[in-house]
């Protein structure tokens, strides 16, 4: 006997549900009525794209992209084994033939042909002209490689380096299907939209905004999940002028103070400009001072010192803050661009009435982040408290492979801010029924089937239930499903054209004509 699975949801991920999913509806209203007054309108990015893309714009040495990242081959054949072959062969270039083991890089070549023959002539993949192609002219040029018959008239050492790097050339050449990875975050994709749509034709900046999952494969806890999602926004193109840092930052808490978040803190700082060094010179200067203290840092700071110094300015750890708060900060370190920069965002944000916090330990750590950074906090998380992060990227687009493009942006995580909205009794109740409708007999049912009809036409919610009860089992019913009304439909009801309504908060009743219980209704919801 077949055991029975039990399904359960993947870890990290859940069910959203009623009436919790009325909440999320309401705010996602609230992101495109507010969005769209600033003159935002809506990207529907897919959720999938080439792993590099990711790898590009987030940075290959992030957390994101190192280990949570859900990849997976896109391969006509299945998974055939031999695109994970084929990417150690391209690897394997790199260990041994730069360090005259050709014969090693070689032989692995000629395993990888074989095995390719053994799986067509095992009819474990199909084959293809691509595929014939790429075989036949790497099979050629490793004959060549142990013949003197090539090019006899090369001295033999070149002779072989031009055949390597043909060989090199055609392992390149083939393809398995390319690598493709669910999206930890969005702002990869609007930037490849931007590009690709060539929407830097359009009237800039451009100013999008989306919502929708991400994935990232981390360990889940309260507001951390696996599958999450994300309200964010990006202004493309045009100037960086301070103004549009401020704008966007004053669009978000307009959304937040619609939906009335509580404990809303916003903090702001400038990370200087790649480009200018101002920020380089900062990060010698801090990885030095980091050196000094480097025995009282715990393991993960110190590793970074060397991978990534500006993130350990983002240690919770409590024996690290009193190191940290003696480190040097950058805002002493600012060029002059970049300090008139940040002290125009903040004259704008004051001018908007938009209240924040300084706080210099407040950095990004990725390259292409500049200038402006911020995040915002609400009540109610825990340690997990951050509802929203952004900041300036100018130099994004381009390192995807686009014109010099400024660009600016925010994500606000949309599970917190629901969690967050919860806590503090913003959530919707339960919505139940307006009006239940209880009938009895043929004749009312076809009666109560077209009073549904009116009722819902009109805007109401109505329960119709598909089989006849007793009137005292359905408005036991109606109860449970927390409805106001109980409209009951019986022979004598039908006969007289006179509907009874009962109100189910006090048990009083009256009767109505048709046309009068829409009316009554309508006064009453
Ligand atoms: P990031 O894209 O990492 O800058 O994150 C932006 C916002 O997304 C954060 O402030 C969080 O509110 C939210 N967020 C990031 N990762 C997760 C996750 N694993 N689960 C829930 N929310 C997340």
Redesign the pocket.
């Given at each position: 006997m077949a055991t029975k699975t039990k399904f359960q949801a993947i870890r990290g991920t859940r069910d959203l549900l009623p009436p919790e999913t009325a909440l999320w509806n309401r705010v996602e209203q609230t992101a495109h009525e507010v969005f769209g007054t600033f003159g935002f309108g809506e990207i529907r990015p897919p959720i999938f794209e080439l792993t590099d893309l990711f790898s590009r714009s987030v940075g290959a040495e992030t957390d994101?992209v190192d280990k949570e990242m859900y990849t997976f081959r896109d391969n006509p054949d299945g998974n055939t084994g031999l695109e994970d072959r084929h990417d150690d062969l391209r690897r394997s270039y790199e260990r041994h033939a730069g360090r005259d083991e050709e014969s090693l890089y070689l032989a692995s070549v000629h395993n990888f042909v074989n095995d390719i023959r053994r799986k067509l002539e095992a009819r474990e993949i199909v084959s293809n002209p691509a595929l014939e192609m790429s075989l036949r002219n790497l099979k050629k040029s490793l004959a060549d490689y142990d013949s003197s018959e090539f090019r006899p008239d090369l001295k033999p050492a070149l002779r072989k380096q031009v055949l390597m790097s043909e060989i090199r050339l055609q392992v390149e050449s083939f393809s398995f299907g390319e690598e493709i990875s669910l999206r930890p975050?969005a702002t990869a994709s609007v930037c490849r939209a931007y590009i690709e749509n060539n929407m830097q034709q359009l009237p800039q900046p451009v100013k999008l905004y989306y919502m929708g999952p991400?994935f990232?494969r981390?360990r889940p806890q309260k507001?951390?999940?696996?599958q999450?999602y994300?309200i964010g926004a990006e202004v493309l193109g045009g100037s960086d002028a301070p103004a549009i840092d401020a704008e966007v930052i004053e669009m978000v808490m307009t959304f937040f103070d619609r939906l009335e978040l509580q404990g809303v803190q916003l903090d702001i700082n400038s990370i200087g400009h790649s480009a200018d060094n101002c920020r380089r010179a900062y990060v010698e200067k801090l990885k030095a001072a980091l050196e000094n203290v480097k025995d009282k840092l715990g393991p993960d700071s110190q590793r970074r010192i060397e991978t990534n110094p500006l993130r350990v300015l983002d240690s919770k750890l409590e024996s690290e803050q009193g190191i940290i708060a003696t480190l040097p900060r950058i805002a002493d370190h600012l060029c002059e661009d970049c300090a008139t920069h940040y002290a125009a965002v903040k004259h704008q944000l004051e001018m908007r009435g938009v209240i924040y916090r300084e706080n210099w330990r407040l950095v990004r750590g990725l390259d292409y982040y500049m200038r402006t950074t911020f995040?915002i906090t609400a009540q109610g998380l825990g340690s997990?408290n951050?509802?929203?992060?952004g900041g300036r990227y100018d130099g994004l687009v381009e390192l995807l492979g686009g014109p010099p493009t400024k660009g600016i942006g925010f994500?606000?995580?949309e599970?917190?801010?629901i969690l967050s909205l919860q806590e503090s009794g913003k959530a919707p109740a339960q919505q139940g029924r307006d009006v239940y409708i209880a009938w009895m007999g043929e004749r009312a049912h076809a009666t109560a089937i077209r009073a549904a009809k009116d009722l819902r036409k009109a805007g109401f919610s109505v329960e119709l239930p598909p089989v006849e009860q007793k009137f005292g089992k359905a408005l036991g019913q109606a109860d449970k499903l927390g409805a106001k009304y109980a409209l009951i439909l019986g022979d004598n009801e039908v006969s007289e054209g006179l509907w009874t309504l009962k109100t189910l908060a006090d048990g009083s009743q009256a009767k109505f004509t048709e046309p009068d219980l829409l009316v009554h209704l309508k006064k009453q919801l």
């Open positions: 994101i975050e991400m990232r981390e507001g951390r999940y696996r999450f994300q995040e997990q951050a509802v929203c992060g994500a606000i995580g599970d917190r801010l």
